[in-house]
């Protein structure tokens, strides 16, 4: 796994292919679009509020002559100070990912009143149009005159559940269970009966959240929600987070945004049910190591630093526990429910690979009945499983935000107006495309991105590398002329290197097992952005391993599927905590051609069908 750099992301040991020029991020908003509103005067309840934490705390400046407001609240207009600087002072919650430096593209404010009173535009805000500013860019020039703006909220699309939902009456012994007039937790007596038994499954993902809830008694889901993760100031990434955790004056923000969300969505959610959040009495936690270990309160350091592992796998190695569960009471977390509710977080399996890829096995159920299969869950930290034989191997890929709507000048998140699929001309702009609500095209999401990569290619447009073969000084095209749509040389290349390291992820792992593409017989792929892939031009780009397309199987949200299944089976549990112990972990870089591999995969085509393996471990099976 790369360290994070001086400025917090994370990098490979040497330069790449595509090196990194200035940073720009995403989303074209030239006219207000139908998915984008103003948030006028309430406080935004998906994002947490970035406050005296994030720089210097606001000061107001003598005797000021106007003010800056926010619906109904207003505070004194200071002269150099931004947007966002006055958006903390009146504790306006505004999203950002990228520490305010001008680069997530989130922090998009309407400017209602008083455009005049603050500095031209940047150009990080050459996308914007109207009256719509980057909070963190726009600052105040003058104090003659009253500014009032309102952050945007969109809704994103998220995938809110899996696709393998059948079960046997075997996979129903949940730990907490109604006896009577009482609720146990095994021998231990947590309640009274109170009408009903339930436990919440949840996925807490790098970039979304999802939760389930669960009657205990029945089975049966009662109402699932999905919401963006509000950790996002810290950063779109797991080694930005990290980053962010180590900061001076911050420690507990991470989990107290977390922590605030899912007891707002739980309680939501028992509302919509008929339900009680007195009557919760379990919580079973999925996510990539950093998320969890930061909800159970655990410090995050020593995962981000060679030899990138948790606290909980330090511990396991040196024989001071027995796996790397966790159980905790969820008051002892600030999480809503009883108040004798049980909190269990998944394994993980080593380093990066972490509980979010212990519930996706379970959900797809990896290898049963000796087949050669792979899943590979998609996403800034991409996790690839490999069974074969009766062994696993597995990796984690650090693909960065690129297929998110990072790094890229018109990439955006799965939102209304996202472009989801296109089609090009030979000229290289779109001849088909198709958005998110059958709204005006404001961007390029991840699945429309991968469709653009591999048109632009086969119609020669661009290189493996990345270039316009046709005038190589070229260094953008128009992909939606009429709705100002371009991509670049640059953006090519970003989205090369996210590729290439899903790429490495899937070929180092193929070829330690000594397992060539056409061996496998299911390759599995979870996540939101793998479920909208178009999995032929997928396999053209290299994103995924060269597999039989009729092979290739979408599961959607694996990892709340198998939160849900181990909420509802302790023995599913036991089960986890064993075989995490017998999955061999392959940390990338410590592979001898790595970077070769990586430079490989940064190239815009199909990964090899043969491969050359199977090759030295370098890490043992633990035990």
Not at 346 to 365: K, M, N, Q, Y
Not at 417 to 437: H, K, L, N, P
Not at 509 to 526: F, N
Request: with cysteine; glycine share 10%.
């Amino acid at each position: 796994m790369p360290q994070p750099s001086p400025r917090g992301r994370p990098r490979f040991g040497r330069t790449c292919l595509y090196p990194r020029r200035h940073l720009r991020l995403p989303h074209r908003l030239g006219v207000q679009s139908p998915s984008l509103r103003a948030d006028q005067g309430k406080d935004c309840q998906d994002q947490t509020r970035r406050g005296r934490a994030t720089g210097t705390p606001f000061r107001g400046g003598p005797d000021p002559v106007s003010t800056v407001a926010h619906g109904a609240e207003t505070r004194p207009l200071v002269v150099g100070k931004t947007i966002f600087d006055h958006a903390d002072a009146l504790e306006v919650e505004v999203p950002t990912s990228c520490l305010r430096r001008g680069e997530c593209h989130e922090c998009v404010v309407e400017i209602s009143e008083g455009m005049g009173a603050l500095t031209e535009r940047t150009e990080t805000e050459r996308f914007l149009r109207g009256d719509f500013r980057l909070a963190c860019q726009a600052r105040v020039l003058r104090d003659d005159r009253p500014v009032r703006f309102a952050p945007l909220r969109r809704r994103p699309r998220i995938l809110k559940a899996g696709r393998l939902r059948e079960r046997g009456p075997d996979d129903f012994c949940p730990a907490v269970t109604r006896a009577g007039d009482e609720v146990r937790y095994g021998d231990t007596v947590l309640d009274r009966y109170r009408g009903a038994v339930c436990g919440l499954a949840v996925d807490l993902g790098t970039t979304t959240v999802v939760l389930e809830l669960v009657d205990l008694e029945s089975g049966a889901t009662l109402g699932v929600a999905g919401f963006e993760n509000p950790q996002q100031f810290g950063g779109s990434d797991v080694m930005n987070r990290i980053s962010y955790e180590a900061r001076p004056g911050v420690a507990g923000e991470l989990r107290n945004a977390a922590v605030a969300a899912i007891n707002r969505g739980t309680r939501d959610l028992a509302r919509q049910a008929g339900r009680r959040v007195p009557q919760v009495y379990e919580i079973v936690v999925a996510g990539n190591s950093t998320m969890r270990d930061i909800l159970f309160g655990l410090s995050v350091q020593s995962i981000g630093e060679m030899p990138y592992k948790s606290l909980t796998e330090h511990e396991y190695l040196a024989g001071r526990r027995t796996h790397t569960a966790l159980l905790a009471d969820s008051r002892s977390l600030g999480l809503r429910a009883n108040r004798q509710a049980k909190v269990y977080g998944i394994p993980l399996v080593a380093s990066h690979v972490g509980a979010d890829a212990v519930a996706g096995l379970e959900t797809v159920r990896l290898g049963e009945g000796g087949r050669t299969e792979m899943l590979v869950d998609m996403g800034t930290n991409t996790e690839v499983v490999l069974s074969h034989g009766g062994r696993m191997w597995a990796a984690s890929c650090p693909a960065g935000p690129a297929f998110e709507g990072g790094l890229v000048t018109y990439g955006m998140r799965a939102y209304d107006g996202a472009v989801e699929s296109i089609t090009v001309s030979r000229d290289g702009t779109a001849s088909f495309y198709r958005t998110i609500g059958d709204e005006p095209a404001v961007g390029i999401c991840g699945s429309g991105l991968v469709d653009l990569l591999a048109g632009l290619r086969s119609q020669g447009v661009m290189t493996e590398r990345g270039a316009f073969p046709h005038d190589r000084k070229l260094s953008h095209i128009d992909v939606i002329p009429e709705r100002g749509i371009t991509f670049s040389r640059e953006d090519a290349g970003n989205l090369a290197q996210a590729k290439a390291a899903n790429y490495c992820g899937q070929l180092i792992v193929m070829r330690t097992a000594g397992v060539e593409p056409a061996d496998i017989d299911r390759l599995y792929l979870a996540g939101g952005f793998a479920t909208y892939l178009d999995v032929s031009a997928a396999i053209e780009i290299g994103l995924i391993a060269p597999v039989a397309p009729e092979r290739v199987v979408k599961v959607g949200n694996a990892a709340v599927e198998g939160a849900r299944a181990l909420l509802l089976s302790k023995k599913k549990r036991r089960w986890a905590e064993e075989l995490t112990k017998q999955v061999t972990h392959i940390e990338l870089e410590t592979t001898p051609d790595f970077f070769d591999i990586f430079v490989e995969g940064c190239q815009l085509k199909p990964m090899p069908s043969v491969l050359a393996g199977p090759q030295p471990v370098a890490q043992p099976v633990r035990s």
